[in-house]
């Protein structure tokens, strides 16, 4: 059960990009969650995921000596659903805002600039594979609406 969680549903086990299908199957379950929910509650479950995800983490690398072990794809549930939920997504906009949220949660993922790359790299555990992820969301989601905000402006 733990695995089936971790990965994903076993999309972590992807051969090619698990972060990447990990991150494409949050966006499709959180644009299928916010037609039914706000999404200040696609928020808070962002964060309950994320504390249930720490523990199991936790225990994950002790059993298998690994830490952020890219089967784990958790963490991109999380911040996705982080983007999704504070870009400003709804029903009029909910394509093209859940693509660029995708995207921009992806770059920021991937690059890792700032702060994203230092908890990557020295915070440990559960708390070190979720917490860049959180950030990138919330730079994902940040970022998604600056865009959407121009292109609604000058180009939509």
């Keep these: 059960m733990r695995k089936l969680f971790l990965t994903l549903f076993y ?8 972060g990447t299908v990990g991150s494409f199957v949050a966006l499709i379950l959180g644009l299928l969650l916010i037609q039914y929910v706000h999404e200040t509650t696609l928020f808070l479950l962002a964060f309950l995921i994320t504390a249930i995800a720490i523990k199991e983490i936790d225990k994950y690398e002790k059993e298998v000596g690994e830490h952020d ?23 009029e906009n909910l394509y093209i805002m859940g693509a660029l949220a995708f995207i921009f949660f992806r770059v920021f993922d991937i690059w890792k600039p700032s702060i994203i790359g230092k908890i990557d790299k020295t915070v440990k555990g559960g708390w070190g594979v979720m917490g860049d992820d959180i950030i990138a969301g919330i730079a994902g989601g940040i970022s998604a609406s600056a865009v959407y905000t121009l292109l609604d402006k000058f180009v939509l």
């Design 11 to 18: 999309s972590g086990l992807s051969p090619k990009a698990p």
């Design 69 to 91: 072990s890219k089967e784990i794809v958790i963490d991109e549930l999380a911040g996705m659903w982080i983007a999704l939920s504070i870009c400003g997504i709804n029903q």
